[in-house]
């Protein structure tokens, strides 16, 4: 494997439920990060890990509980979902976590979830 | 606060034609400048940044943008599209002092018809 790898990449649940999406990178980078991309609306960052410590929640519901136990493993457990959830969840790395220097995102290909 | 506005949300073009992408964005602070690729079921690919210096870049594929501070712009340009640039095209900015913070607009699907 290669890059940035997320599995599943397609996800049906219902609002019960509870399932995990799992990222993995195999870039040796140390920051990873996870994105939610709802149809019409922009790319919104929604959780930054650096070296296994969460450094950035962009405001979301406490129903997305991410996990990092290690810096090449990152995942997003759910539970309780609603239907606007219904969105592809993009998973990132960079190298590093920087406020002023500049760390390329490379990005895996995405959880394609439906909340029914 | 950042925004990114990308007014296409879809551009057709017939094949070898030029075409151009645009992209403008309002910032408080100065910002770092992108554009990223998706094809069909795959993530998120960088195509070009601007970083600093020159203010046009080129990219992967053929693509070049132009930095235009005074306009707050950033557009995508290709001078001739093949059916596999059919995809769609994010813009996208972060904060020079906060740069792991990328800012996305809507997308532009760019649609190439033989």
């Known amino acids: 494997e290669t890059g940035v790898t997320q599995t599943p990449r397609h996800l049906v649940m219902g609002m019960t439920n509870k399932k995990s999406l799992k990222c993995e990178q195999h870039l040796g980078h140390n920051a990873m990060y996870w994105y ?11 959780f930054v890990y650096s070296l296994e ?14 996990e990092c136990p290690n810096s090449s493993h ?20 960079s190298q590093d976590w920087t406020g002023t220097l500049y760390n390329e995102q490379f990005f895996g290909p995405g959880t394609r979830l439906t909340v029914l | ?17 030029p075409v151009e992408l645009r992209c403008n964005y309002s910032s408080s602070v100065s910002v770092y400048l992108f554009w ?5 079921n795959q993530g998120l690919q960088l195509l070009l940044k601007y970083l600093s210096g020159s203010t046009l870049v080129k990219g992967i594929n053929g693509f070049e943008a132009e930095f235009n501070k005074s306009q ?12 596999s640039d059919t995809a769609e095209y994010f813009c996208a900015v972060s904060p020079m ?6 800012i996305f607009g809507s997308g532009t699907r760019l649609l190439v018809r033989p």
């Open chain 2, 1 to 17: 606060a950042q925004s990114v506005t990308q007014l296409d949300s879809q551009v057709p073009v017939f094949e070898e034609a």
């Open chain 2, 36 to 40: 990223y690729v998706q094809y069909p």
């Open chain 2, 97 to 102: 002092d906060s740069s792991y913070k990328l």
């Open chain 1, 36 to 46: 939610k991309q709802s149809a019409k609306k922009p790319l919104e960052l929604m």
């Open chain 1, 74 to 93: 990152l995942f997003l457990h759910l539970h309780t979902l609603q239907p606007e959830d219904s969105a592809l969840y993009l998973c990132a790395s």
């Open chain 1, 53 to 66: 410590e969460r450094v950035e929640n962009n405001s979301v519901p406490s129903r997305f509980s991410p």
């Open chain 2, 72 to 83: 707050t712009s950033f557009h995508l340009r290709k001078p001739s599209v093949h059916i």
